[in-house]
């Protein structure tokens, strides 16, 4: 069975989580700040702040934005729940603006409209849909004109670049950016995330909040009549100053996810050529078409190959399809149900048919593998399976 997406791990991978479970601290060491470092320079940001997953990072981010009790923070629909959960965990409320149906990425008009409407946002999330970046510039010139942070669900566009070929996390247009570091995204660390960030007063509100709420940098105590002794640092001191989390990550992660880093640009170098190869597989097909442009193949991350496909046209349902295709040993999914569809979100008043562009894409949509090891001939076994399917 061939699935959508699996990760890569090699000999090195192991050695390096072997060399820290030989050595090193498990946990709150130096393999942290490294991985962090190492995402810096890697793109361009000035601060990282690593997590347990990506859905901490964006509450954290959501938190940071100042997100609460009577505020709202806007997303895409076509995104993974985690997107607009981290409004519900920081008790503010989630809204949704519709996609660009030819980008499958946020609208940065929609976003406009609804921004109007909701002067009490604090935060928009663009998500850069199967890793293509967004229109950062329109959407920050947006999110600035309504005094919103721009939080960037980079879950799958670790790799990726702008418009302007810059490194997507670089927060040239936005105040922070979430990477995810699940198997099927694009480097593995078991389960982890990342925040980036230009902005030093945010790094330092994300550290606190990533442990308890217990200051841990240099920032100043609210109590330093308990803080000092004659001037002197009392040694077992620290200082709770506002509710947190234990978002924290382990070194063991880190270690995988550093030594997954070195290997990311021939990851996404592979992935690449199978998006093109694919683009051109599929450029005779009447009742299929890749979801995404080709123009976009040379700086999307490469997350998910989308396809629609027509299926009232062909007169099979999605999950026909998705039967015969398994019959053949080929595994697919679809990204994603639009998140207002979700019973959580309809209990929320939200109304699908609200976002036309996300629902017309959802009923057309399905995932077709792309990951680092799927050989060409796989490729064309993909092919082959939906010209006899789809036709
Ligand atoms: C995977 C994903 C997340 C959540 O990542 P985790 O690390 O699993 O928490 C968030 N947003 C998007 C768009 C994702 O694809």
Not at 143 to 165: M, N, P, Q, T
Not at 340 to 357: F, G, H, I, K
Request: charged share 20%.
């Amino acid at each position: 069975m061939i699935p959508y997406g699996r990760h890569h791990i090699d000999e090195s991978d192991i050695a390096a989580v072997s060399d820290l479970l030989r050595g090193g601290m498990l946990t709150q060491g130096p393999m942290v700040e490294a991985f962090e470092q190492a995402i810096c320079d890697y793109t361009g940001a000035r601060f990282a702040v690593a997590v347990s997953s990506a859905t901490a990072g964006l509450h954290l981010a959501a938190v940071a934005a100042g997100v609460g009790p009577g505020t709202s923070l806007v997303t895409s629909p076509i995104t993974f729940v985690a997107s607009s959960n981290a409004a519900l965990y920081a008790n503010g409320r989630p809204l949704f603006a519709d996609i660009d149906p030819a980008t499958i990425n946020l609208s940065p008009q929609r976003l406009e409209e609804i921004l109007a409407l909701h002067p009490e946002t604090r935060a928009v999330v663009p998500v850069h849909f199967g890793g293509l970046p967004c229109d950062m510039p329109a959407i920050k010139a947006v999110a600035d004109k309504a005094g919103a942070h721009v939080i960037e669900d980079g879950a799958h566009a670790l790799g990726g670049r702008y418009l302007d070929g810059s490194r997507i996390g670089n927060n040239s247009n936005a105040d922070m950016t979430v990477f995810s570091f699940h198997p099927v995204k694009a480097i593995a660390a078991g389960e982890g995330g990342i925040v980036t960030t230009n902005d030093e007063a945010l790094y330092r509100r994300l550290i606190r909040l990533r442990s308890h709420g217990i200051n841990k940098l240099d920032d100043p105590f609210e109590l330093p009549e308990q803080a000092f002794t004659d001037g002197a640092q009392n040694p077992w001191y620290h200082e709770m100053q506002e509710l947190g989390y234990h978002y924290r990550i382990t070194d063991i992660q880190c270690a995988l996810a550093l030594s997954q880093l070195k290997k990311l640009d021939s990851f996404i170098a592979r992935r690449r050529q199978l998006a093109i190869d694919y683009d051109a597989d599929f450029a005779g097909f009447e009742n299929l078409r890749p979801a995404q442009p080709p123009e976009g193949r040379d700086l999307s991350g490469h997350h998910l190959y989308v396809v629609r496909i027509d299926f009232d046209k062909i007169g099979k349902t999605r999950g026909a399809v998705m039967l015969e295709l398994r019959e053949r040993g080929i595994g697919s999914q679809v990204h994603y149900i639009p998140v207002p569809a979700q019973p959580v979100y309809r209990r929320l008043q939200m109304r699908p048919e609200d976002y036309p562009n996300a629902m017309e894409y959802y009923h057309q949509a399905l995932t077709i593998p792309l990951f680092y090891d799927l050989s060409d001939e796989q490729r064309q076994s993909v092919v082959g399976a939906l010209r006899d399917v789809v036709g």
